[in-house]
């Protein structure tokens, strides 16, 4: 099967969707891969070692006319009229903010499937590239607040005398607040979390945070959060402006599918904080868990410095590129057969799941 592997050209997106190992493996399975010059330079991957895991370097036009494409970001319009008709597109797709591309991809009669939309089940734990993405951006959230702060994590005795350890508060501890939690508590902070789902209380624990206790329970379907009711909602919200005005580093991570960002931190809350404190937020892309956040600026509000960072694992692009491109290959040893043409099966619980348009229709919004 022909694959190809376009570059990206959404602004600011260094990943590639295929890095040559994975392309290596696919050559000696016998497919032929497209790759456009450059795709991977962004990403730390130069043509070369691509050509010599077996691709071929071509351009824009080669790369999308393939049978099967491989992207990271959506498609944009004009790269959705271009590729082959009944053409197979797996990327990330937003179905839901995403109208415009569906339909156009759906005149194509293009087969697309959603890397959002692979399900959460062990089953599918390869294919994964939302956890594989959120967990590296979990730990550069504490990287980028260790950046922005004007004290050090860990506790430090020196001649001078001992320096008081950081206090870093993670909402959210699903992949991405796990991730955060192990970070900050490697670089020696005094770390505590907080999330609407009991069940993570233990995992919190014994990364080595503390977990803050309010009586809610918000566990939905598929391991998600749901909206909390509105006097679960007070009580975190008086909960949480407790404990925000003893930390120094914030990391917000909380999200609900399909859903805006909850907002945990008003900004009276913000004003109350100490001076000097940061808050990362994670969810500055679906309206920020902060009340004062924009997404990809910094906002200081009285000393206290809010980020709303976008597309946090672009700025890892290599190791974002080798994770994402590990979950494909996962994906595609369920998609292809042995002869390496795709069983398209839509009653399949994985590909059913991420099927957003098929045979001229959209399937999902
Ligand atoms: P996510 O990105 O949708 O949300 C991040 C976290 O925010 C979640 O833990 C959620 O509970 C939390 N949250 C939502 N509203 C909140 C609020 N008001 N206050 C505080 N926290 C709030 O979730 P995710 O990290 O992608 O995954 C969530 C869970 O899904 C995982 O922890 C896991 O249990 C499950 N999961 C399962 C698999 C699998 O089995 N293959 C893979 C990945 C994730």
């Not at 937003?94 to 959460?120: F, N, Q, Y």
């Not at 918000?218 to 925000?244: C, F, I, M, N």
């Not at 900004?267 to 109350?272: G, Q």
């Not at 000393?303 to 994906?331: D, E, I, K």
């Amino acid at each position: 099967m022909r694959i190809g592997v376009p570059r990206e050209t959404a602004a600011g997106e260094r990943r590639v969707a295929l890095v040559p190992e994975t392309v290596a493996r696919l050559t000696k399975g016998g497919h032929e891969v497209v790759v456009e010059r450059g795709a991977g330079q962004a990403a730390g991957f130069p043509d070369a070692p691509y050509a010599a895991a077996g691709a071929r370097l071509g351009d824009a036009a080669e790369a999308l006319g393939a049978e099967l494409v491989l992207k990271v970001q959506r498609p944009s319009l004009e790269e959705a009229g271009r590729l082959r008709e009944g053409a197979l597109l797996v990327s990330f797709l937003a179905p839901a903010s995403s109208a415009g591309a569906l339909a156009a991809l759906a005149a194509r009669k293009v087969t697309a499937l959603a890397m959002e939309l692979v399900p959460r089940i062990t089953r599918a734990q390869a294919m994964d590239a939302l956890s594989s993405q959120a967990n590296l951006a979990g730990y550069k959230a504490v990287v980028i607040g260790a950046e922005a702060l004007n004290r050090i994590l860990p506790m430090m005795t020196t001649a001078a005398g001992t320096l008081a350890p950081a206090r870093c508060f993670v909402l959210g501890a699903g992949v991405a607040g796990l991730q955060a939690i192990a970070t900050a508590r490697r670089l020696g902070a005094v770390v505590s979390a907080f999330d609407v789902r009991p069940v993570v209380k233990e995992q919190v624990q014994s990364l080595g945070a503390t977990f803050v206790e309010v009586a809610v329970q918000a566990e939905g379907q598929g391991g998600y959060a749901k909206e909390l009711a509105e006097d679960q909602q007070r009580r975190v919200t008086e909960a949480v402006a407790k404990h925000l005005v003893s930390q120094d580093l914030v990391v917000t991570t909380a999200q609900i599918p399909g859903r805006p960002a909850p907002r945990l931190i008003s900004a009276e809350m913000v004003r109350a904080m100490k001076p000097g404190a940061v808050i990362v937020d994670l969810a500055a892309e679906s309206g920020g868990n902060c009340e004062l956040t924009r997404a990809g600026e910094a906002v200081d509000v009285g000393g206290v410095l809010v980020l709303g960072p976008v597309n946090v694992p672009s700025t890892l692009a290599f190791h974002a590129s080798q994770t994402y491109s590990r979950n494909l290959q996962a994906l595609l040893g369920h998609l292809l057969d042995k002869e390496g043409k795709p069983k398209l099966d839509l009653q399949d619980e994985i590909t059913g799941a991420m099927v957003v348009t098929h045979a001229g229709e959209i399937r999902k919004k």
